[in-house]
């Protein structure tokens, strides 16, 4: 049962549905939007119109949402109800849901996507049902607030994979990316959930930037976490761990590296394995796997970052080949080796590109693939490749060409290609070349066999020593061999004899069969010789048919390999050295030979020195006749003239020349032409051992040589010759031009299709070709450049690229040869063409190209460039010319309606753009001439913006730029002026107030600066509507450049316009108001970090000392005294010294005081509403300066700064005191200008002065003002004593200079006291006298003792004034606290005049308050500092006063001033002087009155309170004195009033008892006694009245006394027993006072009796004494002065303290007696009587009950029924005293 109750409990908890309505409210309060208390509220309509909107809103973003409309938005799903939906419905559903939430993840901070998703959480639960998609959905906004707000409603039981959430859910706060990232990296489920995520959001394309950054984030760190987390130092684990990695890993990046439709996924993936493969140390295996799938994944987008992450993948691969699949990728990459190489500036891709190299190689043998060539050549001279790995691919390169069959190759194009390919290599320059002809000498198979093979000459740098034997294997057979030569050889005898020049005539076909025969029999010497006696070669007939011999010159003038060129030299060689050559001239084979020794191989340079030293042998002895020129007829086409040669010339070219030389031409291929150069440049030998060629030689060599380069038809020949004549500009006047002009012609006229032939049939280069055929025209040689431009303008000409760029390049590299004039019509037509247009198109042709290109490229020259410029006048006036017959209109924009076509205003600003740049690269500082011609082109543009409605900024800022270069030209050189008359300066302006670009307005605002330094009366006049323009525009720039330009106009415009202003004598500040208004208007769109040093820039140019105030007051007049407006021109002012800054403060104070004058001048121009008549718009604008004043007064330079005066004692120090002082002078006037006007100004001016009063030190300050101290101004001096006054306030009383300067002031003050006649000015002094005292006079005793004698003598405290009196009264108070005995010689002549004021205040027909308190005020500090001052007659007079002051009835102030007085005089005076002078003054005070009195009591309670024991006892006689006096008042009668008589008394006795408590009993005794004596006997019998009233006065003070002092003084009572005998036993007379006297008599008994614990009244004689007379009293209970209720009190404490059987029988006899009285009042009072006994003694007193109940009995028929009533009331208390009833007794 337990077991299926807790299997229930479970499915509960599990269950999603429930009936339990708190549970459901609770689940319905769930809400990303609302608080749960509002949401639990809502009904699912509400939601749903609500949440409408936002799907709405995400529709109109994006109509992929539309689909779920039906699904999710349906008005059905207010019904839905997911508890209630089967499995398959759910299921479903979830699809749709989570579909909707990948696509609403973009859109997260968006609230229409919030809004969507509340749907889906209110209604389908989705935070319950679909948690793991949702929270996938949110995760990556993991920062924002909703992210925390989806925690609060999440379930409890979250997805296993996120359950790292659960501590932010309970605290709801967002998760740190540390966090996830580390879960992630810990949980492989959580990173596996991220990324299925990712990958379903991409596979649907609903993928957004930031999904994918936080994927790759995540995953990047997770991935490098695993990493370190998986490491192992055990070889055996690392590899399980790597595997496990992978497993983990690898499917995920698998999937995501193919996501082609996301190329940011593929990126994002990337980074990953490129952790996985820089930190991993996978195996090549797997990084090959992560090749291969990247390249199969890869799109155009991601193509280059994946070759960027394949390049770091392979440098942590094995050197291996790569694999197929990333090879044919690879291919596939247009320009790779380029993309590659551009790729390795930054990574490197060493290891990719040999891998690909090498694969590459490996198709080519195996496959054929020929296409993979250019790109393994492209990366060998890519320089991506290092040393080794280059060798590694060359030589694979090599032994593919040996591995490579007909079977792959069956036409030999691959082989050819191939052979191409290694040639150039071989032939390559910089480090690569050098590795590849290393790589070649290291090889170990033939390399000549390989050359013959592929057809190329492959090595042209190995060594002269025989080819090593071969090394790789030939699989051919020999016997195949030996059938295909011979086979050769039959089809070589059948062709027919050729007798013709090869250079006449070119029968390709035959040259080419003969060149291939040769090639196959050129390594064997026996094939080879019988190739030569072959018929076609015509070997017999050679000396005089030129077949033979031409065949094998141009055979060695070819690209083929080296052993065949050997083989050609060799046989011409052999030719020559034949008997019937001997008498020939063969100077025809000269310039070949000098080909062949300038071949890269150097067999080949060997072989040709061989033939050149026996070519030297024909000309050592010159023969007696003439020789026949071998080729002197047909060795060239017809039109061919060959300029042949002399024997001494051939001689001298070949001795002179070329054989001296050969050694040299070994060793380096060029050496033999660059000696054939200098042996025909010069006739002046270097050399003296060696001979030099005429000019006439060198002409005719020069001839020769430039004969056989235009005859020969081999291109590669011509460029090898004029590799060496190109060097010649000339010899004796002619020049190269002139010999070779018509090559160029012929070269030129060739079409694209016939030179490209020509180019492919000898393997040349084109562009060498076209460089050295251009390259004959020379410097100023007028044929030559007229045939450049000719060719140029040729249609035909200008399809060849080549050539025409070319051309352009001769022009460029001869143009700083050019004579100027040459140079000028150069530059012309150049420029024409460069604005040549494609007739077929709008772009530029190859023409235009190249002419910009040269013009850009060369100097151009000062009339050049104003020869461009002038021809832009006339287009652009063209350009905005209104059309003949057209009107032109200006619209408000000033753009035009009617004007030219667009193509010639296009033409035109393409026109006017390109010369501007030519003038800005020229170097407009070196053509300063050009600055008019600039200004107008400027002026121009301005016409043409209107026309073309463009801003031509880029035009403008080329002028401006330029203009600006020249400045430095014309500021250095006196001879340059500019013309002021010119305008260029209203050009500027336009330029800056028309313009819109920043750009523009930067340039022309740095050269308006500029001008301003260099020729200030070109600009000055057009300044201001710059600076108002700046406001508006350039101040609101941000950026650094914008700030340098506002920075150099101000630095460089504003002072000559300051002197200029300066100049016109009018008020400088007015006059630059409307320039310092532009700045200040534009301060709020500057740039906050700019605005201070901007500012600060603009002041210092200004020149601070004059505008520093302008621009402050302008500022708060402009925005307010608010707080930033108050800091920021607080930082501007402490920016400046403290000379300037008090220069600004006081022409700020100027300016204040300007405003309230009837006609402002300086404020009208500066600032606002200063000419209203409005008296609140006066204020207002004064108010708002007044608030900057005390701000600027406390920066903190100028306090930091203004403190080191005191170290200083020169010149400036005493300049900043001047100006301090007047700074002072002007404040203080200042207050009192607008003190009158509103107490908010004058409060400003408080609060200024007081900064002010701060700023110095107060020694400095002392110094500043002593000469505002001697002006005749008196109101001037009182201000400044004041502001010293509040000065001294605020010093520390530590300061030991502050107390020097001031104590050093105190004479000077003195002086001002004694000698001044103005009574303000004495009260102001006297003011800082008392104030420097106070904190400093101990100090300085002497100088505070003079002065106190100054105060106290007829100069101030004498004079009639109050106001002085009172100052000096108080002043001297302070005297005394600082003085204390040392002013006791001063006091003489003051305290008779403090008390002469104080009794003239209080008698004054209006008494004085002020002057009654201070000379209190003196008179308590002389009491508390000196009182031995204070005796005799001063204290008699002292207290006489103070009577009369309380009696005045003056105000409180005036009562405690006296009362502290008083207070200090009693505490304080010696006490006999003191009692003495009390009992003297008692009289007085008791006649001044009630309240003098009151005061005289207090001071007698006081001292009584505060004087010793001993002084109170040494004096009894005279308190005895005091107190009779004061217990005689009642009678004396000066008090009428009842009330303030009985409060005096209990003063009075309060006071006794002060007395009392300090005596002893054998002192006060005799006066206790004496005071019962005085108060029966001291009058004379015939005064009962006075006596009466004597009596009572003291019976209160005893009453008082027994109550007090209790049990203490019982036995004083024997003082007392006759005399309230004798006065109860006097007859009742109706009397008040008796009345009143009784009372206090049974009163005092009371207290007597009630505190006795001694027994004194238990003893007879006591008891006897008074016991009758009290109870008798009873029988008078019925008369009017009866005190019943004081009787039964004293009765019953009489029984109480009397404490005896017999005693209380006594009294109880007694009492009962008085019960059968006919009075009813008598036995009523005895009754109560008895109630209280009763109450009181109990039992003791009921002993006597039955004495009692007779009398009771009878009372209780009483007649009267109170006494009846009381009776019973007796009765009850007896019974319950008893416990028992006496009803049975009173039977």
Not at 1599 to 1610: D, Y
Request: a negative charge; glycine letters at 4%; hydrophobic letters at 45%.
């Amino acid at each position: 049962m337990s077991s299926l109750a807790s299997q229930l409990a479970q499915i509960a908890a599990n269950s999603r549905s429930t009936l339990n309505t708190k549970v459901l409210k609770a689940a319905h309060s769930k809400s990303l939007i609302f608080e749960p208390r509002v949401a639990a509220t809502q009904t699912y309509p509400e939601i749903y119109s609500i949440c409408l909107e936002g799907f709405e809103e995400l529709c109109n973003l994006d109509s992929r949402f539309s689909k779920f409309a039906q699904s999710l938005w349906g008005h059905q799903s207010q019904e839905a109800d997911r508890t209630q939906m089967s499995a398959a419905e759910n299921a479903a559903l979830d699809k749709h849901v989570e579909a909707f939430l990948h696509l609403c993840g973009s859109r997260l901070r968006l609230m229409p996507a919030i809004k969507a998703i509340e749907w889906l959480i209110r209604r389908f639960r989705v935070h319950e049902f679909n948690t793991a998609a949702l929270i996938a959905t949110f995760l990556p906004y993991h920062t924002i607030p909703a992210f925390v707000t989806l925690l609060s409603i999440l379930p409890a039981h979250i997805p296993k994979e996120y359950r790292f959430l659960d501590p932010y859910i309970r605290s709801l706060t967002a998760p740190p990316r540390a966090a996830i990232v580390q879960q992630a990296t810990n949980r492989p489920e959580l990173l596996t959930a991220i990324s299925q995520y990712t990958l379903d959001s991409c596979k649907y394309q609903m993928e957004y930037p930031g999904l994918i950054s936080f994927w790759g984030g995540v995953m990047v760190e997770a991935t490098n976490g695993l990493l370190d987390k998986y490491r192992s130092g055990r070889r055996s684990i690392q590899i399980e761990n790597d595997n496990a990695l992978m497993q983990q890993l690898g499917p995920v990046l698998s999937d995501a590296m193919v996501m082609k439709s996301s190329p940011g996924l593929q990126i994002a993936s990337y980074m990953v394995v490129t952790i996985l493969a820089a930190k991993g140390g996978l195996a090549d295996n797997a990084l090959t796997a992560f090749m291969d799938q990247l390249v199969h994944g890869w799109t155009p987008e991601t193509m280059r970052p994946g070759l960027v992450t394949l390049c770091i993948i392979s440098q942590h691969r094995s050197a291996k080949q790569l694999s197929a699949r990333v090879t044919k990728a690879l291919l596939k990459v247009p320009e790779v080796a380029s993309v590659m190489n551009e790729i390795g500036k930054n990574h490197r891709v060493d290891k990719l590109a040999n891998g690909l190299a090498l694969a590459l190689v490996d198709r080519l043998y195996k496959k054929g693939d020929v296409r993979s060539l250019p790109v393994v050549n492209s990366l060998l001279l890519g320089n991506v490749l290092r040393e080794k790995q280059i060798k590694v691919v060359y030589k694979s390169l090599l032994v593919a060409a040996h591995r490579i069959n007909d079977q792959v190759d069956q036409d030999g194009a691959i082989r050819k290609e191939l052979g191409t390919i290694l040639v150039s290599l071989s032939q390559a320059g910089g480090e690569v070349g050098d590795v590849v002809r290393a790589t070649i000498d290291e090889v170990d198979f033939d390399i000549d066999a390989l050359e013959l093979t592929l057809g190329a000459s492959i090595r042209p740098k190995l060594a002269v020593e025989d080819a090593p034997e071969a090394a790789a294997e030939d699989n051919t057979p020999k016997v195949d061999k030996d059938a295909a030569v011979a086979q050769n050889f039959e089809k070589l005898s059948k062709l027919k004899p050729q007798t013709a020049s090869c250079f006449a005539e070119e029968p390709h076909d035959l040259l080419e069969e003969l060149y291939s025969l040769f090639l196959s029999v050129a390594a064997n010497e026996s094939n080879l010789q019988k190739f030569d006696e072959a018929p076609v070669l015509s070997r017999p007939q050679a000396p005089t048919k030129l077949f033979h011999a031409s065949f094998y010159m141009r055979l060695w003038c070819g690209s083929l390999p080296t052993l065949a060129k050997v083989a050609a030299l060799d046989r011409v060689k052999n030719l020559l050295k034949d008997e019937e050559f001997a008498k020939l001239d063969f100077q025809a084979v000269v310039p070949y030979a000098i080909v062949a020794l300038s071949d890269p191989a150097k067999k080949v340079r060997r072989a040709a020195a061989e033939l050149i030293t026996v070519l030297g042998s024909f000309y050592e002895t010159k023969p007696s006749k003439a020789r026949r020129v071998w080729g002197s007829e047909g060795l060239y086409a017809k039109n061919a003239a060959v300029s042949w040669l002399d024997f001494d010339a051939t001689k001298s070219l070949i001795h002179s020349a070329l054989i001296p030389s050969l050694e040299e031409s070994l060793l380096h291929e060029d050496h033999i032409l660059a000696a054939l150069t200098n042996a025909l440049e010069s006739s002046k030998s270097k050399d003296g051992d060696k001979k030099h060629l005429s000019h006439s030689t060198r002409l005719a060599i020069f001839k020769f040589l430039s004969s056989h380069v235009v005859g020969t038809p081999l291109i590669a020949v011509k460029l090898r010759l004029l590799q060496s004549l190109n060097q010649i500009k000339s010899i004796s006047g002619t020049s190269r031009t002139d010999l070779l002009l018509s090559l160029l012609q012929w070269w030129a006229r060739l079409s694209e299709a016939e030179a490209q032939q020509l180019l492919a049939r000898e393997a040349v280069d084109e562009a060498s070709v076209n460089n050295a055929f251009v390259d004959i025209v020379v410097a100023n040689n007028e044929a030559g450049l007229r045939l450049i431009f000719e060719l140029i303008n040729d249609s035909n000409v200008v399809t060849r690229n080549g050539l025409v760029q070319s051309l352009f390049g001769r022009i460029q590299k001869i143009w700083s040869s050019m004579k100027a004039e040459t140079q000028f019509s150069t530059a012309r037509a150049l420029l024409t063409l460069s604005q040549a247009v494609h007739p077929t198109s709008s772009e530029p042709d190859v023409v235009a190209t190249e002419a910009t290109d040269v013009l850009h490229k060369v100097e151009l020259t000062t009339d050049i460039l104003l020869d461009f410029l002038e021809s832009l006048y006339d287009d652009i006036k063209k350009a905005t010319e209104k059309p003949a017959t057209k009107r032109r209109r200006v619209g408000a924009s000033e753009k035009s309606i009617d004007t030219q076509s667009p193509a010639d205003v296009s033409a035109s600003l393409n026109k006017a753009t390109f010369v501007l740049e030519l003038v800005q690269e020229s170097e407009p500082a070196k053509h300063p001439e050009l600055l008019p011609s600039l200004f107008t082109t400027l002026s121009e543009l301005q016409h043409l913006r209107t026309v073309v409605g463009s801003e031509l900024g880029y035009l403008q800022s080329l002028v401006l730029s330029s203009l600006l270069a020249m400045m430095p030209a014309y500021k250095d050189s006196k001879e340059l002026t500019i013309d002021p008359a010119a305008g260029h300066g209203d050009i500027l302006a336009s330029c800056i107030q028309r313009s819109s670009s920043p750009t523009v307005i930067n340039a022309a605002l740095l050269l308006v600066a500029s001008l301003a330094r260099t020729a200030p009366d070109v600009v000055l006049h057009s300044v201001m509507p710059i600076f108002t323009f700046m406001g508006s525009s350039v101040l609101k720039q941000a950026d650094d450049y914008s700030a340098h330009v506002v920075n150099q106009t101000v630095k460089e415009v504003i002072p000559p316009l300051i002197e200029t202003f300066r100049k016109s004598r009018r008020n400088l500040v007015a006059s630059t108001a409307e320039l310092l208004t532009s700045f200040v208007v534009a301060y709020e769109h500057i740039p906050s970090h700019r605005k201070q040093d901007l500012f600060i820039t603009l002041i210092e140019n200004l020149g601070p000392e004059d505008f520093l105030f302008a621009v402050l007051a302008m500022f708060v007049d402009k925005y307010g005294a608010t707080d930033n407006m108050l800091a920021f021109t607080t930082q501007i002012i402490g920016s400046f010294s403290v000379e300037i800054q008090l220069h600004t403060l006081i022409k700020h104070l100027d300016l204040i005081s300007d405003i309230f004058k009837p006609k402002p001048v300086l404020a009208a121009a500066l600032l606002s509403k200063v000419d209203s008549n409005s008296e609140q718009d006066i204020v207002k604008l004064a108010t708002k300066q007044l608030t900057l004043l005390p701000k600027l007064l406390v920066n903190r330079r100028l306090k930091h700064e203004i403190s080191g005066l005191a170290e200083k004692d020169d010149m400036e120090s005493v300049k900043i005191r001047e100006l301090y002082a007047q700074l002072l002078e002007g404040v203080l006037t200042l207050a009192g200008t607008v003190k009158p006007k509103k107490d908010t100004l004058y409060s400003r001016c408080g609060e200024a002065l007081s900064n002010l009063l701060n700023l110095l030190s107060i020694a400095e300050f002392i110094k500043s003002v002593e000469a505002l101290l001697d002006r005749p101004n008196v109101t001037l001096r009182r201000k400044v004593l004041h502001a010293l006054e509040r000065r001294v306030d605020s010093e520390s009383i530590n300061n030991p200079k502050s107390r020097e300067a001031l104590l050093a002031f105190l004479p000077q003050l003195t002086a001002v006291i004694r000698e001044s006649d103005d009574m303000s000015y004495k009260h102001t002094a006297v003011n800082c006298v008392d104030k420097i005292a106070e904190k400093y006079g101990k100090k300085d005793l002497d100088a505070v003792a003079a002065a106190a004698a100054t105060i106290a003598g007829d100069s101030c405290l004498g004079q009639p004034s109050q106001e002085l009196r009172v100052m000096a009264l108080l002043c001297l108070a302070s005297l005394v606290d600082v003085l204390q005995d040392a002013i006791v010689p001063v006091l003489p002549i003051a305290i008779p005049k403090a008390l002469g004021c104080l009794e003239e205040s209080i008698t004054a027909e209006k008494p004085d308050g002020a002057l009654h308190n201070a000379a209190y005020a003196f008179m308590a500090a002389l009491a508390q500092h000196i009182p031995y001052m204070i005796s005799g007659a001063y204290l008699d007079r002292l207290l006489v006063c103070s009577n009369a002051s309380a009696a005045a009835g003056l105000d409180e102030e005036c009562r405690a001033s006296r009362a502290d007085c008083l207070q200090f005089v009693a505490k304080l005076i010696e006490g006999k002087v003191l009692f003495t002078a009390l009992e003297k003054n008692w009289a007085n005070a008791a006649s001044s009155g009630y309240s003098a009195l009151e005061e005289y009591l207090h001071v007698l309670g006081t001292a009584l309170d505060k004087h010793p024991k001993s002084s109170i006892a040494k004096n009894t006689t005279l308190f005895t004195g005091i107190f009779l006096s004061a217990f005689d008042l009642r009678r004396s009668g000066v008090l009428s009033s009842t009330q303030e008589l009985e409060k005096i008394e209990l003063l009075i006795n309060e006071t006794s008892l002060k007395m009392i408590y300090k005596l002893n009993d054998a002192a006060f005794r005799p006066m206790f006694s004496h005071l019962m004596e005085w108060s029966t006997t001291g009058l004379p019998k015939s005064d009962p009245a006075g006596k009466a009233q004597r009596q009572v006065s003291t019976y209160g003070f005893l009453q008082h006394f027994f109550e007090n002092l209790k049990s203490i003084v019982t036995s004083y009572a024997s003082y007392i027993i006759d005399s309230a005998v004798k006065i109860l036993s006097t007859p009742l007379t109706g009397d008040d006072v008796l009345k009143t006297l009784r009372s206090r008599v049974l009163r005092t008994l009371t207290k007597c009796f009630e505190h006795d614990q001694d027994g004194f009244w238990q003893a007879p004689a006591h008891f006897n004494a008074v016991a009758p007379v009290l109870v008798e009293q009873f029988g008078h209970a019925a008369s009017a002065d009866n005190c019943t209720e004081d009787l039964v009190l004293a009765v019953v404490e009489l029984a109480t303290a009397a404490d005896s059987k017999e005693h209380h029988k006594e009294i109880n006899s007694a009492l009962l007696k008085h019960l059968r009285s006919e009075q009813a009042a008598v036995r009523l009072a005895v009754i109560k009587c008895e109630q209280e006994l009763t109450a009181r003694l109990g039992e003791e007193w009921l002993q006597s009950l039955p004495e009692m109940l007779p009398f009771i009995s009878e009372l209780q028929d009483d007649d009267d029924e109170v006494v009846e009533r009381e009776n019973r009331r007796w009765i009850v208390g007896i019974e319950e005293t008893l416990g028992e009833s006496l009803d049975n007794m009173l039977q």
